[in-house]
Each structure stands twice: as structure tokens, then as C-alpha cells.
């Protein structure tokens, strides 16, 4: 099972301190993450991903992934031929999967504030004891979403075949 976690942060900085501390952590295996990027607002409620050369698990389709949910989360239009009408589908897919309503909301309001961001990740395992002591100074705000087995081999599926 994987789980989507959002760490929220009144800053960039602060967002890029905590993830640059998160990949440390990957490679100390205390967190096993399957890909992971940082959203940052901008003035006048643009977003941009600002990740500093991400950990990515199959490039493409967790490409693929994070503008699918950062669309559906940010309202941002999603372009290119290769998206055309598959989008929707995958849209359906993510939506059902644990990244309902509510989680959208609670995400948007992490990231209502100019300069505000946030460190998204699927995570696939991690000692969370060792994880949350390491974090603790970088502080931010925590949600997260599971999930399932099945849930996450039909999004990979969808992503990598839709």
C-alpha cells in the first residue's frame, strides 16, 4: 500500500529545506518513496512545481501522475495531445483512489497563501518514528491519503497504458 503525503509550508524555502531533508531520508531508507515533488503559489494564485531535480519512480507516468492531480487539485489546465481524452479517465481514477473532495479542499487550503508550498509524495513505506523526529524542525502542516494495493496498480495501469 502507498500513501500519499502532503507536507504543508507557509514558504518556499522552507518547503525546499524539508524536501532536500526528505531525500536525505529516502537514501537513509527511513522513508522508501516512490516519487515525490514540491508545488510552491506564486502571486496572484499561480502554482508552479519548483521540485530541485526530483526522485522519480518511472518517469513518464509519474509525470503523467503529478499533472493529473495537480490539475485536478489547482484548477490548472492540462495540454499536450498525448493527455487528450484519457484525462478524464484518469481524473475519475485518482478522484476515486483517495484523493476525494475533501482532501482536495484541505490541500488548497495548506497552499492558500502567496509563497505558500508544499511537498507532495507517494510513499511506499517508512519508519515513522525516525521520520517525524527528523522533520520536526521544519515543522508544516500534514495530510495524507492511502493508497491500496489495488487502488495504486490501477492508476499505474491507467497511467502507463491510458
Known sequence: MSTLVVLGYPSESEAKSAYEKILDLDQDLIVSLQSVAVVARRAGGKYDVVTPG?????GAVWGLFWGVLFGLLFFVPLVGAALGAGIGALTGLIVKHGVDRD????VRD????????????VVDSMTTDKFVQ??????????????SFEDEEELRHSLFHG
Open 103 to 106: 482532501f482536495q479542499d484541505r
Open 110 to 121: 495548506l497552499l492558500s497563501a502567496d509563497d505558500s508550498a508544499a511537498v507532495f509524495m
Open 134 to 147: 527528523a522533520l520536526r524542525p521544519f515543522g508544516g502542516d500534514v495530510l495524507q491519503t492511502s493508497l
Open 54 to 58: 526530483s526522485k522519480v519512480g518511472t
